[in-house]
């Protein structure tokens, strides 16, 4: 059964008095870069879990057919035969974590998949990307679009105008709206973490 989280009632005092420790958090990510790098076939396994975890994009504006085809054959085959090979992987199930496109392109990506035989989440960036710059109607409608047409992931804009001028109430309430326009899109697959860990622990032996 698929859990949607219902949200909350827009609160600030949950974050009106939340404050950051620059020097700590500089010092925090200095240090993570220190740290030992993994090796051998644990370096692999950690290579082939970071390609299951990228969405695989294309954004242009002159976006066609037959590039989001490439791109989503790329996503269904990352990584070359040979190398899965030496590693001991079936290349079956190691596949990007989504592709991203506009909502334009989406239709696009389901028709590839279908061709294929096989699929990725289809992501969509919407809500007037990259700007954000339009009516908050224009934007919900695109989400819908983008649902309607495959998407199972939405990439949005906030209302940067609003947050930039310390409206949060907005930015929450926008953000709500939005959240609503997914509620009957396509149940999330979660399948790819379970196979990404099951690949790890062949790589690691």
Known sequence: MDFTNPGRK???DLYLDVEVNLPAVKQRAAALATRRVVKKNYQAAWLVRAVTCIDLTTL????????VHRLCTKALNPVKPKILADLGLDKEGITTGAVCVYP?????CVKTFSELGSKVPIAAVATGFPTGQYPLQTRLDEIKYAVENGASEIDVVINRNAALTGDWETVYNEVCE?????????PQDHSGDRRTRHLEKRVQG
Do not use: C, I
């Open 178 to 186: 939005m959240k609503k326009r997914m509620q009957n899109g396509p």
């Open 10 to 12: 827009h609160d600030p």
């Open 104 to 108: 334009a392109r989406v239709a696009d």
């Open 60 to 67: 242009s504006g002159d976006d066609t057919y037959s590039n």
